[in-house]
């Protein structure tokens, strides 16, 4: 498919081909941190060396997906010590739709799950190696720049090890290992955190679009997914500039949480709902970004929507059935290795970020190789049982 850039991927390309011109991140000539910088900047290196072409975007979201699938197979692998896991985990991500689908459009999603990945290779080792903590924090730090919330991974990947490091008595080299981990991340993000401190005189962590993002989910009119109106739009204006207006929303957010907890907590399940319902969103951009009116493109799409929410459909049942026994049987936690809970750890963190904020399909992109593996190892347990 060749789709055009539309709604964040036009901003994305736009912003890219500015970079790739030198004159940084900004918008109509004016510098700006509206959303994260990382893909726009990782698209403005490869436009200032082949030039700006949405072919060579979607050229490197393939070769970027390729590496997905080793790692999430290397990944599984090495976490549930089975071959198995690992090569069922890189089955159903070979055959995916929605991913596949994701390849054409200028997205985040694809290079941010590959730096997601690289980084826990280097975290999930034996042996801690200051070397592997530095890279592992540098790619964790540019995951950062891409997806700010990614800042909490490497605590989370500690807290779901912290009991084997306990019981193996290598609790101190593991914490030497992770603080190593998150000054890298800090060295790594040094750089964009002074230049926005230089261009809005406040410390801004990565982007201004945080508190809009909190906003968003958490006011009168939220819906548990992304919506935004007039009378939202109302209730932000007055704001100066993009910080100030960042800065309020996050301030009328927290207020709302405050003032309406029953009425935070109702929308739970919305946004529960709207996070996981369906994964069909990548096909639904490409579909968006071409002008085409004839009936065999229609029918196209509608027919790959079916075949990716059914394939969705079943993988998620299928993998939630090997989490769900994967907690109920201690023989068959037993099976595995200690490492193994991690994607649990992952699927639950990404899982609160969405309540907390909103619920949109987008934002379980990165769960589906950690719930795969789940799947894979039902099936491994399946198979040397017999």
Not at 139 to 155: N, T, Y
Not at 241 to 247: F, L, P, Q, T
Not at 327 to 355: C, E, M, N, Q
């Given at each position: 498919?060749?789709?055009?850039?539309?709604?964040?991927?036009?901003?994305?390309?736009?912003?890219?081909?500015?970079?790739?011109?030198?004159?940084?991140?900004?918008?109509?000539?004016?510098?700006?941190?509206?959303?994260?910088?990382?893909?726009?900047?990782?698209?403005?290196?490869?436009?200032?060396?082949?030039?700006?072409?949405?072919?060579?975007?979607?050229?490197?979201?393939?070769?970027?997906?390729?590496?997905?699938?080793?790692?999430?197979?290397?990944?599984?692998?090495?976490?549930?010590?089975?071959?198995?896991?690992?090569?069922?985990?890189?089955?159903?991500?070979?055959?995916?739709?929605?991913?596949?689908?994701?390849?054409?459009?200028?997205?985040?999603?694809?290079?941010?799950?590959?730096?997601?990945?690289?980084?826990?290779?280097?975290?999930?080792?034996?042996?801690?190696?200051?070397?592997?903590?530095?890279?592992?924090?540098?790619?964790?730090?540019?995951?950062?720049?891409?997806?700010?919330?990614?800042?909490?991974?490497?605590?989370?990947?500690?807290?779901?090890?912290?009991?084997?490091?306990?019981?193996?008595?290598?609790?101190?080299?593991?914490?030497?290992?992770?603080?190593?981990?998150?000054?890298?991340?800090?060295?790594?993000?040094?750089?964009?955190?002074?230049?926005?401190?230089?261009?809005?005189?406040?410390?801004?962590?990565?982007?201004?679009?945080?508190?809009?993002?909190?906003?968003?989910?958490?006011n009168p009119y939220?819906?548990?997914?992304?919506?935004?109106?007039?009378?939202?739009?109302?209730?932000?204006?007055?704001?100066?500039?993009?910080?100030?207006?960042?800065?309020?929303?996050?301030?009328?957010?927290?207020?709302?949480?405050k003032q309406h907890?029953?009425?935070?907590?109702?929308?739970?399940?919305?946004?529960?709902?709207?996070?996981?319902?369906?994964?069909?969103?990548?096909?639904?951009?490409?579909?968006?970004?071409?002008?085409?009116?004839?009936?065999?493109?229609?029918?196209?799409?509608?027919?790959?929507?079916?075949?990716?929410?059914?394939?969705?459909?079943?993988?998620?049942?299928?993998?939630?059935?090997?989490?769900?026994?994967?907690?109920?049987?201690?023989?068959?936690?037993?099976?595995?290795?200690?490492?193994?809970?991690?994607?649990?750890?992952?699927?639950?963190?990404?899982?609160?970020?969405?309540?907390?904020?909103?619920?949109?399909?987008?934002?379980?992109?990165?769960?589906?190789?950690?719930?795969?593996m789940y799947l894979?190892?039902?099936?491994?347990?399946?198979?040397?049982?017999?």
């Open positions: 498919m060749n789709p055009e850039p539309v709604s964040d991927f036009g901003w994305y390309f736009h912003r890219a081909v500015e970079i790739s011109q030198g004159k940084g991140y900004s918008s109509g000539g004016t510098p700006t941190g509206y959303w994260p910088v990382g893909y726009s900047a990782f698209l403005g290196a490869l436009f200032f060396i082949f030039g700006p072409s949405l072919y060579v975007g979607k050229m490197a979201n393939v070769i970027l997906y390729m590496g997905i699938l080793f790692l999430a197979y290397r990944l599984a692998r090495r976490l549930f010590k089975s071959e198995i896991t690992g090569r069922i985990t890189l089955a159903i991500l070979s055959f995916y739709p929605n991913h596949i689908a994701y390849c054409s459009l200028l997205a985040s999603e694809i290079l941010f799950l590959f730096l997601l990945l690289c980084a826990v290779n280097l975290l999930a080792v034996e042996t801690p190696r200051v070397s592997k903590a530095i890279l592992s924090g540098i790619m964790f730090g540019l995951g950062c720049l891409v997806k700010p919330q990614s800042v909490f991974l490497p605590a989370i990947f500690f807290g779901a090890t912290l009991t084997k490091r306990i019981r193996e008595k290598t609790l101190r080299e593991t914490l030497i290992f992770f603080l190593i981990a998150y000054a890298s991340v800090a060295l790594t993000l040094l750089p964009w955190e002074i230049r926005n401190y230089r261009r809005f005189e406040h410390f801004v962590f990565v982007t201004t679009y945080g508190g809009i993002n909190l906003f968003i989910g958490n939220a819906t548990g997914s992304y919506t935004v109106n007039e009378k939202m739009e109302e209730m932000l204006e007055g704001a100066p500039n993009e910080y100030e207006r960042d800065r309020k929303a996050g301030a009328l957010a927290l207020e709302y949480i907890p029953s009425r935070i907590v109702k929308l739970l399940p919305r946004k529960l709902y709207y996070l996981y319902y369906k994964d069909v969103e990548g096909i639904d951009w490409n579909e968006r970004g071409i002008e085409s009116t004839q009936t065999r493109s229609i029918m196209f799409f509608e027919r790959f929507k079916i075949l990716a929410q059914g394939y969705y459909m079943f993988i998620m049942t299928a993998s939630l059935f090997g989490i769900l026994v994967f907690l109920g049987k201690k023989s068959y936690r037993a099976r595995f290795p200690a490492s193994s809970t991690v994607g649990l750890s992952v699927i639950s963190y990404f899982t609160i970020v969405g309540l907390v904020f909103f619920g949109h399909a987008r934002f379980h992109f990165p769960i589906v190789p950690w719930v795969t894979g190892a039902l099936v491994d347990t399946s198979l040397t049982s017999r």
